[in-house]
């Protein structure tokens, strides 16, 4: 689009709104631009286009996809009680909501509600996009017809399936923190971690 801009003397916007034939522009320039960017090979992105005329859009579409936030504490909020799992939700809405989607959490031990019903109820509703929060136990399974739905994890409670997931760094952020505390002076430095927590990252053995 630019090299079509430079060539007709105008501006890339004056470019992209001749293209949309926006009533903004003279008919002459209009017709000169469109006779450019046929000479120059130009083919609009239908893919870019839809994205473009979404983004210009003065209301927010009325059609908003949900996407799943499956939750499988012994009680209903019991997820919103670690922080850091409150924060996992508050971002992921949040980017969801930039791109388009809304987030909708859904409680696995319902009474009445195992994943047979769960299934259903999103197959219903045309979920297709679905996110595993951290769960209370190491390991714990959960058990859903994943071929139907595109799924990541948070941390590593769920490990069967293999998907797609999000966690920290734990590595890392420990040898952040003991170069940070060496900084400071500290030479007999110790570390303790839940065996919980342990366990979700594949048991890794103590060195001395």
């Known amino acids: 689009m630019q090299d079509i801009a430079e060539r007709a003397g105008v501006s890339r916007m004056t470019v992209s709104r001749a293209l949309r034939r926006d009533p903004k522009i003279s008919p002459a320039t ?18 870019v286009s839809a994205l473009m005329a979404n983004l210009r859009r003065q209301s927010p579409p009325k059609d908003v996809s949900t996407l799943a936030f499956l939750t499988a504490f012994p009680t209903r909020f019991g997820w919103r009680e670690p922080a850091a799992f409150r924060r996992y939700f508050t971002g992921a809405r949040e980017r969801a909501e930039q791109l388009g989607y809304r987030i909708e959490d859904f409680w696995l031990r319902e009474e009445g509600v195992d994943e047979i019903v769960i299934a259903r109820i999103l197959g219903a509703r045309g979920i297709k996009g679905v996110m595993i929060a951290p769960t209370p136990e190491a390991s714990m399974p959960i058990e859903l017809p994943w071929e139907k739905f595109a799924v990541v ?17 734990l590595a890392h952020s420990l040898l952040v923190a003991l170069r940070k505390l060496k900084e400071l002076g500290y030479r007999r430095i110790g570390v303790c971690a839940p065996s919980d927590a342990n366990v979700r990252v594949d048991e890794v053995p ?3």
């Open 30 to 47: 209009t017709d000169r631009v469109t006779r450019i960017a046929r000479e120059m090979g130009y083919r609009a992105n239908p893919l």
């Open 153 to 169: 994890a948070f941390g590593y409670s769920m490990n069967i399936p293999p998907v797609h997931r999000i966690t920290d760094h």
């Open 206 to 208: 103590n060195e001395q």
